[in-house]
């Protein structure tokens, strides 16, 4: 099933970083090996552009206790971070050009520094998952069915639209978004506007 696919963009010679941090800290689907994310390029991720940093082998521990920074220049929701020192020495820069994929586990640390150059780097993001896990902090999730038979059904079944920005397709974003909203910002103390 796909859980999510979003674009994720940094605009040349911005200042903005996505912190050390793991995926499932805040989707409400606990520590689970059913996902994976998929991070196509499409255009040069370097280090100078703010490609993504891994700490090797950090998908086999446990959800970490992470801090909410709400940092203006943090791209991620509540600027979450990680409660771990990570040294620098322990971060692997995963380089990678258009057409090429990077996969990572929902456990991994990651995160990326600034665009320093004068391109955007922008990459599609699609996030996989098998139909046995499930939201366990809201009332309900949504994912499309990409192959096989979902014999679980711990998702809503999300569609394919039946036009380019149809009405109802539109309606059914808003109604995602907001669902994942509410399991993403539980217990934040502010939002970032991002997520309400």
């Known amino acids: 099933m796909i859980y999510a696919a979003e674009f994720f963009i940094k605009e040349p010679n911005t200042t903005q970083i996505v912190s050390m941090h793991q995926d499932l800290t805040y989707w409400g689907l606990g520590a689970v090996d059913g996902l994976v994310t998929a991070w196509l390029s499409l255009s040069p991720a370097t280090p100078a552009s703010g490609c993504m940093d891994f700490v090797k082998g950090s998908h086999?521990?446990?959800?970490?206790?992470?801090?909410?920074?709400?940092?203006q220049n943090n791209l991620l929701s509540r600027g979450q971070e990680v409660a771990v020192d990570v040294a620098e020495a322990d971060k692997q820069a995963i380089e990678i050009h258009p057409g090429q994929i990077s996969l990572h586990?929902?456990?991994?640390?990651?995160?990326?520094?600034?665009?320093?150059?004068?391109?955007?780097?922008?990459?599609?993001?699609?996030?996989?998952?098998?139909?046995?896990?499930?939201?366990?902090?809201?009332?309900?999730?949504?994912?499309s069915l990409v192959r096989g038979t979902d014999r679980y059904n711990n998702f809503t079944h999300v569609p394919a639209p039946a036009a380019l920005f149809d009405?109802?397709?539109?309606?059914?974003?808003?109604?995602?978004?907001?669902?994942?909203?509410?399991?993403?910002?539980?217990?934040a103390q502010k939002s970032t506007g991002l997520y309400n």
């Open 60 to 71: 086999k521990n446990a959800i970490l206790p992470h801090t909410d920074t709400f940092d």
């Open 105 to 143: 586990h929902g456990q991994t640390i990651h995160g990326s520094g600034p665009n320093t150059t004068n391109d955007r780097r922008i990459a599609a993001v699609i996030r996989y998952c098998t139909p046995q896990i499930g939201q366990k902090s809201g009332a309900t999730d949504y994912a």
């Open 167 to 187: 009405a109802p397709s539109l309606g059914l974003y808003q109604q995602i978004r907001d669902a994942q909203a509410r399991v993403m910002m539980k217990g």
